[in-house]
Structure formats: C-alpha cells, structure tokens
C-alpha cells in the first residue's frame, strides 16, 4: 500500500462522516440527452474526523484529483458554488 492509499484508509477509517459537501465551480454544464446524465466542473468534500477527502475534476483541464485538503485549496482562484 502506497502513502496515498494509507492516508485515504486512515481517514476514511477515523470514524463516521461529519460532513458532505458538493460544489459546481461554474454555472456551464454539458447535457447528454441519453440517459439525462450532466457533465460539470465541481467536486465533493467528505470530513471524517481525521481530515477530508476531496474528489475534483475539471472537464476544460480533463483531470480528475483525489486529494486529503479542502475543495476551496484546490480550486483557490475561484469561488465554488456550493
């Protein structure tokens, strides 16, 4: 198990889930007509007790991120809807 991999056990593993939040960086969305399925620029934050874990991704950069810090550090030059 690589460091990444042990720091996401761990969290995950502190406790229960105090918080979820969604966030959408920006009022633009893909539709796709089959299946009512939206593609947008956002992420999720869960906060377990002993940090979070932040899933990004960006349609306009093509990445997708996990990181254990909050959604705002990721996306710091914009302000998320949430």
Known sequence: ?????????????????????????????????????????GGIELTFPAGKVTLGWSTKEEVFCLEFRAFSDLYNSQLPLE
């Open 1 to 41: 198990m690589d460091n990444k991999e042990k720091q996401f056990d761990s969290i995950l593993k502190s406790g229960k889930l105090l918080e979820v939040k969604l966030f959408q960086v920006n009022d633009k969305f893909f539709e796709l007509s089959e299946g009512k399925q939206w593609i947008i620029d």
